[in-house]
């Protein structure tokens, strides 16, 4: 019997092409899952950046109930606002111990010294919300001898919240507020 010698090349070629093809076939990477799993998991950011976030969400307000205003402001701590969701757990009474003076209601001419000295024990960097008309700008009482028309007039004021009185939820737009302008001072400003 003849052998055909063509056929014979002609069906190694052929084996050889199948298996070069399946051998070049890229190898799957068993690691493959890895690279979606860090992009969930890790997050970038700088020293500076999560220092200034601890600090924003980390304020210790200072108990400054002067009028009617005060119980909008313990209303916001108690449980339907929950203020220690910002971060501000305990309100201090002691001015050593507090870096955010929260002034709710009408500030007297007599009281006046009382608040600077209150603010001036109070630790660097702090900051002050006049919360309420009488606070913000002396409210109905503008015009009376005794009222200060605006607490700005005896200590620096951050945020000032409108309203006779505020609501809980104003109280917390302005501590908002006073979040994102502790963001902005960045701790690399102090170096
Ligand atoms: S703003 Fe209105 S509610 Fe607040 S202390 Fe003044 S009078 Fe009272």
Redesign the pocket.
Known sequence: MEIDRYKIDLAETERIEKLMKKSQRPIPDPDDWLEEELKRNILLTTVDYVADWARSRSTFPLMFG???????MIGTAASRFDVTRYGMDIFRWSPRQADLMIC???LTWKMAPAVRMIYDQMPEPKWVIA??????SG???RESYSVVPGINRIVPVDVYIP????RPEGLIYGINKIQQKILKDSIKNYQ
């Open positions: 002067l009028a009617c205003c005060a119980f909008e709710a209601g009408t919360m309420g008309a009488c606070a913000v409210g109905t009482f309203g006779c009185p505020p």
